[in-house]
């Protein structure tokens, strides 16, 4: 290769990164070597923080520091203890907070069940979630993974594990996006819209 080691190395770094091809990592790469020094040093202090200084909730599993073993969506008193959003990533907690129509607390999977990449309910935070729901008086469980497959079968087998436990539990509702054109929707989302649809 053409280009010295350190340049190739930040190259390959960049391309690990999810939605980064090898022509956005090259043109990153070349960024930072031409920006002031500040600019990649403030980049590797904050990445060295983020990995340092975040740890998970000890109860949701969301995103908190080491100072704070529980978040503040779980410690803030404004939220409604009998609602708990189950979600299979962080950035999924983000999302529907920005929304500011939830007031009840969340429980991070991190992740979803997948037998063809061998990820068991083991290897989720299913556990948890099923002591959290009587321990806490939950009274229902908002299953809000992901309208895929892995998402669908995660839901369905949290929604049999919980069954037991005599709470309500309810699925995100899925259908046509606002603003969108019928004519343009897929058949899956047709059929979801159908399926899902309420009275007026």
Request: charge should be negative; aromatic fraction near 4%; proline fraction near 8%.
């Amino acid at each position: 290769m053409l280009l010295p080691a350190p340049v190739q190395d930040v190259i390959h770094a960049f391309e690990r990164l999810p939605g980064i091809g090898p022509k956005s990592a090259a043109r990153l790469a070349f960024y930072l070597l031409q920006a002031p020094e500040e600019v990649s040093l403030q980049l590797a202090e904050a990445l060295q923080a983020l990995k340092q200084e975040i740890v998970f909730c000890r109860r949701c599993f969301n995103l908190t520091t080491p100072d704070q073993p529980e978040c503040r969506i779980c410690t803030s008193s404004d939220r409604d203890p009998r609602l708990l959003c189950v979600v299979e990533e962080p950035m999924d907690v983000l999302a529907l907070e920005r929304t500011g129509g939830y007031r009840g607390r969340y429980h991070v999977l991190h992740g979803v069940l997948s037998p063809i990449e061998g990820v068991g309910p083991e290897d989720l935070k299913i556990a948890a979630l099923l002591e959290r729901v009587p321990a806490e008086g939950v009274e229902e469980v908002i299953l809000a993974t992901n309208p895929s497959m892995e998402g669908d079968a995660t839901a369905l087998y949290l929604r049999q594990q919980l069954a037991p436990l005599g709470v309500r539990t309810t699925r995100l509702a899925r259908g046509l996006p606002m603003g969108s054109d019928l004519e343009y929707a897929d058949q899956n989302t047709l059929l979801r819209a159908l399926a899902g649809r309420q009275p007026m």
